[in-house]
Each structure stands twice: as C-alpha cells, then as structure tokens.
C-alpha cells in the first residue's frame, strides 16, 4: 500500500481487550492506528509493540468532549487523516438490577457507553464525511435482547440507536456505519476468566472485515457470539 493510500483508524477504548486486539489486526493488514484510552501506559506498552510509525496514542477520557475534540485533532496533526472511528470505549456495571444496583454504576455507563459514544461521533463526523469514512459502533448482543434488570443492557441498546439514527442522518455522505455486536467475550471486562466465550482478536476480526469491504458494501451489523459447546450422548461436552 502507498504511503499516499494508507489509512488511518482512530480506535477508543484501545488500551486493552477488543481495541487492543483491533489495533494489532489493523496494523497487520496495513492501516494507521491511533489509539485512544485512559490508561497512559497501556497505550504506551501497545505503541512500543506496534511501531512508532503505524501507531500513535493520546490518553483520552471519552466522557469529556473537550478531551475527544483534541484527540482528533491531535491524531490529524500525527496522521493528517483519519479514516475510520471505531467507537469501542465502554463499561459494565454493578450487580442488582432497578431495584438494587448503585446508581452511581448506571450514571458511569451512561456516560461512558452512550455519551461518550456520541462524543466520538461529533468530533470525528466532519473528517470522516471529507474522507468518505466509516463509523464502527461496539454494541452488543446484550443491546438486541432483554436481560433482565440491565442498564447496561440498556446503554447497548443506546448504541444500537445512535447506529441506526447516524445512519439515516447521514445517508449520502458515502459514510459507511457498522455495529458490531459481540456476545460474551474473554475480556478484562469481567472479573474472571471465561473460557467458553470469545476471545478479543475474533471480534477484531469482525471489525477488518466489514472496513475490508469496497467502497459499495455497507455492512449494517454484525453479530458475533461464540458457537455453542459440542455434547456427547450423555449431554456433556
């Protein structure tokens, strides 16, 4: 690829798990990746891993806009473009549901996992509309069926909205949008390992392939979950 047709990613939520994961897949298949997160010297670690020259990190806390305005215009000024946004900054909460969670979780994920998913949006539209850009949005399987008692359910839900809304807002931009809907994956997100779920690079994969698609191909969603385990004749795996 020439250095005139390389292209860049700017990717929140970068310093581990999924972002982590897409930011090495996008280095890989050629791309440019600016990585945002909170964590300095996670972002730090995964620059070092990357190179210098394909990936640049600024810390970024996704709930102030303030903070996402100069995360574009820093990338702008390394990169001089960027491409594609991949919206993947997002938290879970607390156990307890409507009637006992602690309120402060559900103030965190609102902020984190739908405004700070619609600050990315505002502060990058404008580039991504001059280069003919992509929005990818991390929602999940959680923001398609109901669980019981979830305000994280509901934030996902959110995303799923905003997917759905910035599309139609901006139909016939050539601005292409994707939700990618994981199911359960193997993440620092939960506490404990969980062996039978996904793992970050599977969903990193989901994310290639729909930027890998030509310039005609719109991949509206994916939904992604992991295959259900193989039983024996007793039922046991």
Same mark, same amino acid.
């Given at each position: 690829?020439?250095? @005139? %047709? ?6 929140? *939520?970068?310093? /581990? +798990? ?5 930011? =090495?897949?996008? #280095? ?58 991949? @919206? %993947? ?6 156990? *307890?549901?409507? /009637? +006992? ?5 559900? =103030?965190?994920? #609102? ?71 994981? +199911? ?54």
């Amino acid at each position: 690829m020439s250095e @005139a %047709n390389v292209k860049v990613v700017l990717i929140t *939520g970068a310093s /581990s +798990g999924i972002g982590a994961a897409t930011a =090495r897949a996008a #280095v890989e298949q050629g791309y440019r990746v600016a990585l945002a997160a909170r964590s300095e010297d996670k972002l730090s670690s995964l620059v070092e891993e990357l190179g210098a020259d394909q990936a640049f990190s600024v810390r970024c806390d996704v709930t102030d806009y303030a903070d996402q305005e100069h995360l574009v215009e820093a990338v702008k000024g390394r990169f001089g473009r960027i491409d594609a946004v991949f @919206a %993947n900054a997002g938290t879970g909460g607390q156990p *307890g549901g409507f /009637s +006992g969670a602690p309120v402060e979780s559900w =103030r965190t994920m #609102v902020d984190v996992n739908i405004l700070g998913v619609a600050y990315t949006l505002r502060a990058t539209l404008d580039e991504l509309k001059r280069n003919r850009g992509h929005v990818l949005l991390t929602g999940s399987v959680a923001g398609r069926r109901t669980l019981a008692g979830s305000m994280y359910s509901a934030t996902k839900w959110a995303v799923s909205a905003i997917g759905y809304g910035l599309r139609e807002e901006i139909k016939g931009s050539g601005v292409r949008v994707t939700i990618i809907e994981p +199911g359960m994956v193997d993440t620092p997100f939960f506490d404990e390992p969980k062996p039978d779920a996904l793992t970050p690079e599977d969903i990193a994969r989901s994310v290639l392939y729909a930027l890998a698609q030509p310039p005609h191909v719109d991949v509206h969603e994916l939904m992604v979950l992991p295959t259900p385990p193989i039983e024996n004749d007793e039922g046991v795996r």
